[in-house]
């Protein structure tokens, strides 16, 4: 997961608006997800994608052989099997039969791959949305890829509790067990390089504006705001995905999110808001925030895991991985101080054309160590 961007494609859905009141959102139309975020989960090159994330791979592999005892004998459902890997993993492990459920035609080649390495009696390979499928029996084990960027990214851990409201016997184990996400304050080249792309690309605007008035006698001007807001939601308030170095971190990084995916509700992940502090180490300059989220595979209290795993996809010098962080940029970075606290409040909530994209309100306070305010900002950014 990750890596399926439909380049912020909208599904062309309004909110529900009844009598002036704000009513449920509209329930999600099948073959509009389908087009904006199933089909892409249909390549091999993409699946190719996320069975080469190192990171990714190992931890799920150590978290299934590492703890066979979770496995051996018992009833696994991997919900979005994919290649179907992690049900290959769950029957080479011991279990006695896996629900490989893929809501796409890439079930076809897991059913191949599932044949082909000799597994076809223990897995069995569904195609269709987990909320739709009927399974003859409850499991002990739900195994799931489900994150997305900045963990809650395309919306899938929703099935995923709908499959373990379905399907978990009250006994089951969920893998992964817990997730969190994770932001920090960093310094970054990007924001000089957003805050020059955005003013080349007004720079641009303004040559052609006077073009058009010279050429063809139509005064544009009238739309130079809406293209400038159209712009600065494209360079600045559009996520980056960036590959962080951890030097480039800057103050503590603070947990915004944690969930126990036993007990997770889709109210608690519809809108995740977090009031945090974050202090600066050193003289330096605040270009924005990055953020993250790691899973662990813990077992439940009553049936542990023998070995914990963990897959963190915080910044790091060797290991990064497909999902890398998302970088919110500050067109305007700030100099802060050794010891300056951050005030840092996060709302994010779905999109409300795309219930799979996020939108992530952030206002920061800056003080100093003093106590003195400094600096205050807030700004709406957008995963696409
Ligand atoms: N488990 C595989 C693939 C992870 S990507 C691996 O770890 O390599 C997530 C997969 O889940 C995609 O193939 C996507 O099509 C599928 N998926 C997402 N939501 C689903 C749903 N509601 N029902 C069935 N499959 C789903």
């Known amino acids: 997961m990750g890596s399926s961007s439909n380049g912020g494609a909208m599904s062309g859905r ?4 009844v009598g002036g009141v704000k009513s449920s959102p509209p329930p999600v139309d099948k073959e509009v997800d389908y087009a904006n975020y199933f089909c892409t989960y249909s390549f091999l090159y993409h699946q190719k994608d996320m069975l080469s994330d190192r990171v990714r791979m190992d931890a799920y592999y150590n978290a299934v052989f590492e703890n066979k005892h979770h496995f051996v004998g018992k009833t696994v459902l991997d919900v979005g099997t994919g290649s179907g890997i992690l049900a290959i993993w769950s029957a080479q492990a011991g279990a006695r039969k896996v629900y490989a459920v ?3 035609t890439m079930a076809d080649h897991a059913r191949a791959l599932v044949k082909a390495n000799g597994l076809e009696d223990i897995v069995e390979v569904i195609q269709g949305s987990v909320e739709d499928i009927s399974l003859p029996e409850k499991v002990d084990v739900i195994i799931s890829e489900w994150m997305g960027y900045f963990l809650l ?5 929703d099935s995923v509790i709908s499959a373990r409201d379905r399907w978990l016997k009250p006994t089951g184990v969920m893998y992964p067990s817990h997730a969190r996400m994770w932001l920090a304050p960093i310094k970054s ?3 000089d390089r957003k805050k020059n792309d955005l003013d080349g690309a007004m720079a641009d605007w303004d040559n052609f504006s006077d073009e058009i008035k010279s050429y063809y006698g139509v005064d544009m001007s009238v739309l130079t705001k809406p293209f400038a807001q159209e712009q600065e939601k494209h ?3 559009t996520a980056v995905w960036n590959d962080l170095n951890p030097l480039q971190v800057i103050g503590t990084p603070t947990l915004v999110k944690e969930m126990d995916c036993l ?3 889709v109210s608690e992940i519809e809108e995740v808001r977090s009031n945090v502090t974050s202090v600066i180490n050193g003289h330096t300059t605040l270009c924005g925030f990055g953020g993250w989220f790691d899973v662990q595979f813990r077992g439940r209290k009553e049936d542990p895991a023998q070995q914990d795993i963990e897959l963190t996809t915080a910044p790091s010098e060797r290991h990064c991985t497909h999902w890398g962080q998302q970088v919110f940029i500050m067109s305007n970075p700030i100099n802060v101080e050794e010891g300056d606290n951050l ?4 709302v994010m909530s779905r999109s409300k054309e795309n219930h799979r994209l996020m939108e992530v309100e952030l206002s920061c306070e800056i003080k100093e160590a003093s106590g003195n305010p400094k600096e205050s900002f807030k700004k709406t950014y957008f995963i696409e």
């Open 102 to 104: 893929e809501a796409t």
């Open 263 to 265: 007990t997770a509700t």
């Open 14 to 17: 309004a909110p529900g608006t």
């Open 153 to 157: 990214r395309e919306s899938m851990f």
């Open 235 to 237: 360079y600045i308030q």
């Open 343 to 346: 005030n840092l409040g996060l």
């Open 189 to 191: 080249t990007l924001s």
